[in-house]
């Protein structure tokens, strides 16, 4: 079965007005960069991103959760 379509016949969607700068803007306010939220550290003073591990220090929330190692003890695991 062939089917014959008439190209000239077909429509697309076209605005009936010119959209207005208003709404224009209206439409493109929820397209605005948000904020960084960087809060300095209160034991290091270093600034950093809030609710993330301090990566200096390896606190979070008051608590240890990384523990750096020294330059000696990543040479005894390289050997």
Same mark, same amino acid.
């Given at each position: 079965m062939?089917?014959?379509? !008439? &190209?000239s016949q077909i429509i697309?969607?076209?605005? =009936?007005r010119k959209t207005s700068k208003s709404k224009r803007n209206m439409r493109r306010? +929820? +397209?605005?960069?948000d904020?960084? !939220?960087?809060? /300095? $550290? =209160? $034991?290091? @003073?270093e600034p950093r991103l809030s609710h993330r591990i301090d990566i200096? &220090? @390896?606190?979070?929330n008051g608590k240890q959760i990384i523990?750096? =190692? &020294?330059?000696? /003890?990543?040479n005894k695991e390289n050997s």
């Open positions: 062939i089917l014959l379509i !008439n &190209t697309m969607a076209v605005p =009936k306010s +929820h +397209h605005s960069i904020k960084i !939220n960087i809060i /300095e $550290d =209160k $034991d290091s @003073g200096s &220090t @390896g606190m979070y523990v750096k =190692k &020294t330059p000696k /003890e990543s």
